[in-house]
């Protein structure tokens, strides 16, 4: 198992996908929701500043400049330093009046936070003097505003619905004042909009129809305007669902906010307490969550998500926050991530699925041998030698490849269906097993010596072997192919141990040569043995749901999977200093 998520980890940096843990390889396969956020994942990222909207006629050049006045970022020179990508943008922009925006002197600053939605300074303006300019949100700013006119209404309406980014610009005199609180922001008069194109990413369209076919459903959780977003997804084809904002959540109960999310496919200007109120109510429906997000704001949700998924240039917080760290922000690149996922998974479980039902029928051979066999029917360091030799060709395993109905559907751990194909395929194994030792005993007669060698033959030949059945859920070889690598493997561990008898080691390994027509009744029963494995396994599928029910997790599950590397067995005992 850790062969196969060692060699996941090497493909998937390969594909621009870098695992913080091993065991996330598996997580990334079991994903059947993915929350993400909108700027950069699905839109190009590219924010350009379009136009200015302003209340009174021929006033834009004085928006953009209020506009540009208003920020929380460092101005010096004729440059802007610390910006957020609005604001960027709006400095970036060609004819933008930038030494009219340094003209206005900053005496305070109220810094933007996700609650108020804008930021406000007070500057000393050249013509006005003392004056707040607020920029932020639309909604959040007209609320402060004494009067909106209807036409301002009406191009915003507009504006969102063409799927534009806007900020609003507000003012309101303050002469004398030398400090700032949030209860200044009261009595604006809008001055206009600001409006930024931010288009849609061109492969974002086919990454998520792609992510659909793998069974994963995508939801957007961003700050935006809901009618923004909506649109967004709207020109990539994500499908149409009901759209809640923050304000919406905020009157939600728990129970109410998990019975929407079905419906639910965008979530708009939401907070990061809510992001992380999102991500828990879906998760308790029993699925499996992924929270992709690169800023400051996206801890909590990137903490709550069973996958937390950051990009290389997130800040520190978000990716030491996230389980997986992709080098690009691109939803292809997760794609990628979930179905290397789904592939190791697969490979491990076909592991996992010989091994018990194998161990399981070996044990329940030797337990029934031993009730009448006057020796051990196979010796403890022959034992070993036998599990050597098959665990050494199973290393092979991860290079092995993976049925596309297999990566098509999320994956997922499923101890019942482990333990009932132990308990179908360990039996069907001990019957050859015994069918070996009435061959040895009543046919050849064989002594201790001898038996031991037939045994350790027959028993590494058809645990082995019966990989190729147990590998893929269609018909072994001609509808699935395994790899070379696999294929090499095994048939070297069966050569080899069929071999050893006839070695100098013999002797010391307490095996004696066979006869040669053991070897033609060793073929029939192993052929007579895949064919058994082959029909149980059709038959074992077909009553088999591909994918279990969904899980009913206890509410600390992430923490506890978490912080399973640094947990002891056993509580620590109290110490008392002295």
Known sequence: MSTSLAAGSRILAQRKVLVKRLVCIEDLGDIEVLFTDKTGTLTEGRIEFMRAVAVEPDAGG?????????TDGVIQNGRLAGGDALDTALWAAPLAPRDGAEGHTRLATLPFDHRRRMVSVLVDAPDTGGTIITKGAPEAVLACCEKVPDAATAALAAEFAAGHRVVAVATRPAPGRTSLTAADETGLRLAGFLVFLDPPKASAREAISRLA?????????????????????????????????????D?????????????????????????????????????????????VNDALALHAADVGISVDAATDVAKDAADVVLLEKDLQVLADGVTQGRRVFANTMKYVLMGTSSNFGNMFSAAGASAFLPFLPML???ILLNNLLYDSSQLAIPTDTVDEEQLARPARWDIGLI?????????????????????????FHAGEALF???????????????????????????????SVALL??????????????????????????????????????????????ETAKHWFFRTTPAVPAARDRRPDHRMRRRAARFATGTPRAATVDS
Do not use: N
């Not at 069974?215 to 759209?243: S, Y």
């Open 380 to 382: 403890p360091s022959q």
């Open 452 to 482: 031991h060698t037939a045994w350790f033959v027959e028993s590494l030949a058809t645990q082995t072997l019966v990989l190729f059945v147990i590998r893929t859920r269609r018909t072994p070889f001609f509808r699935s192919h395994p």
């Open 488 to 533: 090499t493997a095994a048939l070297a561990a069966v050569g080899i141990g069929a071999l050893l008898p006839v070695t100098p080691l013999a002797a010391t390994l307490g095996f004696q040569p066979l006869p040669g027509t053991f070897f033609v009744a060793l073929l029939a029963m192993i052929v007579v043995y895949l064919a058994l494995a």
């Open 251 to 295: 009157l939600l109960t728990d129970a109410e906010l998990t019975g929407k999310l079905a419906t639910t496919t965008v979530f708009a200007r939401i907070d990061p307490e809510q992001k992380a109120r999102i991500v828990r109510a879906q998760r308790s429906h029993g699925v499996d969550v992924a929270f992709l997000g690169d800023g």
């Open 419 to 443: 333990r009932r194909f132990m308990l179908v395929f360990g039996p069907i194994s001990s019957v050859f097993d015994f069918a070996t030792f009435g061959i040895m005993l009543w046919v």
């Open 213 to 249: 076919t793998l069974g994963v459903a995508v939801k957007v959780i961003t700050g935006d305007h809901p009618t923004v977003a909506a649109r967004v997804c709207e020109q990539l084809g994500l499908p149409a669902g009901d759209t809640l904002s923050g304000t919406d959540i």
């Open 62 to 70: 004085e928006v953009i400049e209020l506009g540009m006045a208003c």
